[in-house]
């Protein structure tokens, strides 16, 4: 953990190592809204990286660095221990001609640096507020908005009074300074939230800033960001080295796979386990989908008896997701030691870490918070000593699904649901047997089916069959049954941080029920869970 101090500044990024493509900087306050800047930055087709708020002008120097964007955070910067950019940075900015554009605490920080005064406002502001902008007001920043706009608040402090050189662009009922700029020093602040779906018109302005202001160009595309990639792996293992990776069907290991597969063939050796818990003939759809389609180097390991034999008896889901887990390596590991054995030594690993977890583990989480780095190997025994490759490291899952179209992918591949690692066996509420793995198999392919049929598989963000430890009365026949409940999770969600569950028309749940409860065996109830998150979670284990 470290002390906040005047210097006491990190070295940390988000160790991405891409120091030649141009770049906008968001320092992170700790704001939940952060990696919401970074996605719509990235949505203008500009590359960015997030940073703490305490990152050194050392760390930022490596970087041609077109503008920085000052995120949220929960402080207040007049106390004590409120996180601020270090002198150094500014004085950067200021060298460089940076402009900078402070978002809500962003814009207080902005305000209590140049001399304006920032205190408790009289009421809270939260929620969606008109913003006006002031007569004769012609500022870049507001370039296409009309005289009132909506945007979302969220903030206790306001500006009370403006610094030197700084003038108000834009006001609320409740506030006079909601939008400042200074024009001479490329300076602007906005006390609203543009990055967030409740302000419509936040995209405009974020783009006026970006493109219009500080002259980024928009140039992120993902051909390009493929194909520099491929040419630094080929550099990195050289013309004879060889990678592994686990591959899982999901679109995040998919496209990792292929990219890798471009980039040096059959050098790449993908390695998929089935543990006896995947969906209805995955294990068969996948070989046939990245080996024919796509000409990935893979093998598949079934290992379904060994982890239906390790699950017998085990009913607490955290015991399921241990055991699964330590399995999982353990038959990876010793596949891998078997392709050593033929093709010679593996010294790299790839996997498909994505940006948010790279965000996760740099964000800015206060003065008692320690920083950790983001290495999930899924644990991977220290003896296999493997370097890692992150291919996906710098993307978002809509930026890995553009990168997927790209090399070519098919669609139905690149807009799967996300599927759990541990698989059907934390959708099995109790005990985990083979028999009610395929009950399960049975009802899940029946759903996806009917979403697939009705086009609603792609308006939703992950769905899925629960198998319950529960059994009901039904008629069947003349006789009566006693047999399993069901639950069909459909939930619609953009970051799968927060999530609603779907509204799905009353026909279509009729025809899953009576093929559901006709087709498979076992099943004679089906429910529809109706829970959004929070407060309760995607997955029911």
């Not at 949220?72 to 910067?77: E, K, M, N």
């Not at 293992?237 to 471009?262: C, Y």
Request: aromatic share 8%; with cysteine; proline share 5%.
């Amino acid at each position: 953990s470290f002390k906040m101090g005047k210097d006491i500044y990190l070295k940390q990024s988000s160790q991405l190592g891409n120091h030649e493509r141009p770049q906008v900087a968001i320092l992170d306050f700790g704001s939940q809204y952060s990696h919401l800047i970074a996605r719509r930055v990235r949505e203008l087709h500009v590359y960015c990286e997030l940073y703490s708020c305490l990152v050194t002008r050392a760390e930022l120097e490596k970087h041609e660095i077109n503008a920085i964007i000052l995120s949220g955070g929960p402080s207040s910067v007049y106390e004590e221990n409120a996180p601020h950019v270090s002198p150094d940075v500014w004085a950067l900015t200021q060298e460089r001609g940076i402009p900078v554009l402070g978002i809500c605490y962003g814009m207080q920080e902005l305000a209590h640096v140049f001399g304006g005064t920032v205190a408790p406002g009289l009421h809270h502001e939260y929620g969606k507020a008109m913003v006006n902008r002031v007569d004769g007001c012609n500022s870049p920043l507001l370039e296409g908005l009309p005289s009132q706009f909506q945007m979302w608040m969220s903030h206790g402090d306001k500006l009370h009074a403006v610094p030197e050189g700084f003038k108000a662009v834009g006001s609320t009922t409740n506030a006079q300074y909601v939008c400042i700029e200074n024009a001479d020093t490329k300076m602007w602040g906005l006390q609203f939230h543009p990055e967030v779906t409740h302000s419509p018109m936040g995209p405009t302005i974020l783009k006026n800033f970006v493109i219009h202001i500080a002259g980024a160009k928009p140039d992120w595309v993902m051909t390009d960001y493929a194909n520099e990639f491929m040419q630094d792996v080929r550099e990195k293992v050289g013309p004879n080295g060889h990678v592994i990776g686990a591959v899982s069907g999901g679109v995040d290991s998919t496209v990792a796979a292929v990219l890798m597969t471009r980039a040096i063939g059959d050098r790449f050796h993908a390695i998929m386990v089935d543990n006896g818990c995947l969906r209805k003939d995955e294990a068969k759809n996948v070989l046939k989908r990245m080996r024919e389609d796509c000409g990935v180097n893979l093998r598949c390991v079934d290992a379904s008896d060994l982890f239906l034999d390790k699950l017998r008896g085990v009913i607490d889901p955290e015991e399921k997701r241990k055991i699964i887990g330590t399995t999982f390596i353990e038959v990876f590991a010793k596949e891998a030691m078997r392709i050593e054995e033929e093709s010679g030594p593996c010294d790299y690993l790839l996997q498909g870490t994505l940006y948010p977890d790279v965000i996760e583990s740099i964000s800015y989480k206060g003065p008692s918070a320690t920083i950790k780095t983001h290495h999930n190997v899924g644990g991977l025994p220290a003896t296999m000593k493997l370097k890692l490759l992150e291919p996906l490291r710098e993307l978002f899952k809509d930026e890995v699904r553009e990168l997927g179209i790209a090399l070519g992918i098919d669609e139905a591949s690149v807009w799967r649901h996300p599927f759990p690692g541990p698989g059907l066996a934390i959708r099995i509420l109790g005990e985990v047997t083979r028999e009610r793995v395929e009950i399960l198999q049975q009802a899940d392919a029946i759903v996806i089916e009917e979403l697939v049929k009705s086009g609603h598989y792609r308006k939703i963000g992950q769905a899925f069959v629960v198998l319950l430890p529960v059994k009901s009365v039904g008629v069947m026949g003349d006789g009566r049954t006693y047999e399993n409940v069901a639950s069909v999770r459909c939930v619609e969600t953009t970051d799968y941080m927060t999530a609603d569950f779907y509204h799905l028309p009353y026909e279509i749940m009729g025809i899953m029920s009576s093929r559901v409860i006709n087709e498979v065996r076992g099943i004679n109830r089906l429910c529809y869970d109706i829970s959004s998150k929070p407060p309760a979670t995607i997955e029911w284990e």
